[in-house]
């Protein structure tokens, strides 16, 4: 085995000199054009058989880059190929943090295959080296994104950690993915689809007073939010066109169709507007294909218009089932203050337009912030969220703060008397350290706070993603866009992650608030509280990937009676022939 590479640069390295000299001297006219084009030819078959000879000492990484590929966790023949949420984005993050890669914004993705795209230099040196390729640039290049499973039990009641379009109930619930990736030139697709199924265990639930499929709805508020506390009493099947995309990038600009999730927001965990809580949902997208110069800095811009639907177990009639959502993000960097994003997005929820016209619904995300956004007459039902955040990225560490507002403000002097009012925020710090051994350690810590604030006692609140007259709330197929520990409020997250060139590990401990009772002053022994701790370990195989992990969970109080305790297990896979990372602890 040893030998066949040097066997095959040497027949590759004949072959091209051979169709190098033979395609330069024939039919020629001259014995001083034929020697000309005899050297011309040599000097191009010698340069082939050096490439080809190259190639193929290199190895499979390098040539994969070029051609077929598989592409497995952690391991990657083009970083643009990164997914919201996966490994691979979530790493090159933190190298961005420890100052490996070039500075890339982090706060509007999915990013455009040209701003990861050599982010990362080929001669960086980091704990997955060996399993990063060389990005393909404008080449033709055709992959197959290398199949993976996910299994999860829940002993006790349904608990997710952002796993998708995937609802993790009680008992099992499995998971899997797999497609094909293609580029050309300024065109891309991805074509990713996710199937799961639920073993949907009987849990307790809390009675909300409706009867057949409605009485698995929402504990609190089921006329206000699409987010049922069980799926259900049997188990069931899901399938969807999951992390797909197609898009066309040229000119700077940006445009395509995608089923892909998105993640809105500087969040790690719990993001505020959209994330990974939820499955992605169908929509068209126009925007910005990489960071704008704009003399101060640059500007990155998205605008949207999706298609959301509810699940089976919303109170809303059929025929005000569809809904459609329109958004705009921008992020902007400033000349002169190196890692710092500043962005801001706003999103509006309204009934799907009978007749297809969805521009009317994309103007208003223009229009005035104040009374009812872009129908000031409120002729027509919607609901909007908006919210401002910023990054920084300096000394090997980052910190990030986001504010979020559930409605609109009457007018200007109301937004500046009681900014609060359906309000959230978030904030988070990470420290990133390099170690002597290769490896890269990070400690990180992030909270949320969206609880109904004292406000409640003059006017009205609700809780976050509640919302009227669009009474599915910010959800889609029964799951909550945002951040699922937002809704009920309060969160902090503890933890540890350490990458070598073997895989992760990770180490966390976090406070949830689930759910507390509607109304100021509901005592605190009351809160439907949820603590946890979780260790997972990521390890890098020869032919495939694995990740296992174990929670370990203590629910006071859980749905306002007693206290519950579990453990949520997790086993994930990845396959495909990865080369044998080096060896480190």
Same mark, same amino acid.
């Given at each position: 085995r040893a030998a066949r590479p040097r066997h095959a640069a040497v027949h590759c390295a004949r072959r091209?000199?051979?169709?190098?000299?033979?395609?330069?001297? !024939? $039919?020629?006219?001259?014995?001083?054009?034929?020697?000309? @084009?005899?050297?011309?030819?040599?000097?191009?078959?010698?340069?082939?058989?050096?490439v080809c000879a190259a190639a193929i000492a290199a190895g499979p990484r390098e040539a994969a880059a070029q051609g077929f590929t598989l592409l497995t966790a952690g391991r990657l023949a083009d970083w643009s190929d990164a997914a919201v949420g996966s490994e691979e984005e979530m790493y090159l993050r933190m190298l961005g943090v420890a100052g490996i890669t070039r500075p890339t914004p982090f706060?509007?993705?999915?990013?455009?295959?040209?701003?990861?795209?050599?982010?990362?230099?080929?001669?960086?040196?980091?704990?997955?080296?060996?399993? #990063?390729?060389?990005?393909?640039?404008?080449?033709?290049?055709?992959?197959?994104?290398?199949?993976? %499973?996910? +299994?999860?039990?829940?002993?006790?009641?349904? *608990?997710?950690?952002?796993?998708?379009? %995937?609802?993790?109930? @009680?008992?099992?619930?499995?998971?899997?993915?797999g497609g094909i990736a293609a580029r050309w030139?300024?065109? !891309?697709?991805?074509? $990713?689809?996710?199937?799961?199924?639920?073993?949907?265990?009987?849990?307790?639930?809390?009675?909300?007073? +409706?009867?057949?499929?409605?009485?698995?709805?929402?504990? +609190?508020?089921?006329?206000?939010?699409?987010?049922?506390?069980?799926?259900?009493?049997?188990?069931?099947?899901? %399938?969807?066109?999951?992390?797909?995309?197609?898009?066309?990038?040229?000119?700077?600009?940006?445009?395509?169709?995608?089923?892909?999730?998105?993640?809105?927001?500087?969040? =790690?965990?719990?993001?505020l507007i959209l994330g990974t809580n939820a499955g992605g949902f169908p929509r068209v997208f126009v925007g910005t294909g990489r960071p704008i110069p704009i003399g101060v800095g640059t500007v990155q811009v998205q605008v949207q218009a999706g298609r959301l639907a509810q699940s089976r177990y919303s109170t809303v009639p059929a025929d005000s089932a569809t809904r459609i959502l329109t958004a705009a993000a921008a992020v902007f960097t400033i000349r002169g203050v190196p890692g710092l994003e500043l962005g801001g997005a706003r999103l509006f929820h309204g009934h799907y337009p009978d007749n297809g016209n969805v521009g009317p619904r994309v103007r208003s995300l223009v229009q005035t912030f104040f009374g009812n956004g872009g129908d000031?007459?409120?002729?027509?039902?919607?609901n909007q969220l908006a919210s401002l955040w910023g990054r920084w990225v300096f000394a090997g560490a980052e910190v990030w703060g986001e504010f979020m507002r559930n409605d609109a403000s009457v007018d200007g002097r109301d937004f500046w008397q009681e900014p609060d009012h359906n309000s959230g925020w978030a %904030?988070?710090?990470?420290?990133?350290? @390099? @170690?002597?051994?290769?490896? =890269?350690?990070?400690?990180? *810590? $992030?909270?949320?706070?969206?609880?109904?604030?004292?406000?409640?006692?003059?006017?009205?609140?609700?809780?976050?993603?509640?919302?009227?007259?669009?009474?599915?709330?910010?959800?889609?197929?029964?799951?909550?866009?945002?951040?699922?520990?937002?809704?009920?409020? =309060? #969160?902090?997250?503890?933890?540890?992650d350490r990458y070598t060139a073997r895989g992760r590990w990770t180490a966390e401990v976090a406070r949830r608030v689930v759910q507390v009772p509607v109304g100021e002053g509901a005592p605190s022994d009351r809160w439907d509280v949820l603590n946890y701790a979780r260790l997972e370990r990521l390890r890098f195989g020869r032919r495939q990937d694995l990740v296992v992990g174990a929670t370990a969970l203590a629910q006071l109080n859980r749905n306002f009676r007693r206290d519950a305790y579990g453990v949520r297990l997790d086993a994930g896979w990845r396959f495909g022939p990865t080369p044998r990372a080096a060896a480190t602890p």
């Open positions: 091209a000199t051979r169709r190098g000299g033979w395609a330069f001297t !024939s $039919e020629t006219r001259s014995t001083m054009t034929q020697r000309r @084009r005899r050297a011309h030819g040599a000097r191009q078959g010698a340069t082939a058989a050096v706060t509007l993705r999915p990013a455009a295959p040209g701003v990861l795209r050599g982010a990362l230099s080929d001669t960086a040196a980091h704990p997955w080296r060996a399993r #990063a390729g060389r990005a393909s640039g404008g080449r033709a290049r055709f992959a197959l994104l290398a199949p993976g %499973a996910h +299994l999860v039990y829940n002993s006790t009641a349904p *608990f997710s950690l952002n796993d998708g379009f %995937a609802w993790t109930g @009680r008992g099992v619930t499995a998971a899997a993915r030139r300024a065109f !891309s697709v991805r074509l $990713e689809p996710e199937v799961a199924w639920a073993m949907n265990q009987a849990t307790g639930i809390v009675p909300n007073g +409706l009867a057949g499929p409605q009485r698995f709805a929402d504990a +609190l508020e089921p006329s206000s939010i699409d987010a049922p506390q069980r799926f259900g009493s049997r188990p069931f099947a899901t %399938a969807s066109l999951g992390q797909s995309t197609v898009r066309v990038d040229a000119l700077g600009l940006a445009a395509g169709v995608s089923t892909a999730n998105q993640w809105i927001g500087p969040a =790690l965990a719990d993001p000031p007459a409120g002729t027509t039902p919607q %904030a988070g710090a990470r420290r990133v350290f @390099r @170690r002597s051994d290769g490896s =890269l350690t990070a400690l990180r *810590f $992030e909270t949320l706070n969206t609880r109904v604030t004292h406000l409640v006692r003059l006017r009205g609140q609700t809780r976050p993603y509640v919302h009227t007259p669009i009474r599915q709330g910010h959800t889609y197929l029964g799951q909550v866009l945002g951040s699922a520990a937002g809704q009920g409020g =309060l #969160a902090t997250t503890i933890g540890y």
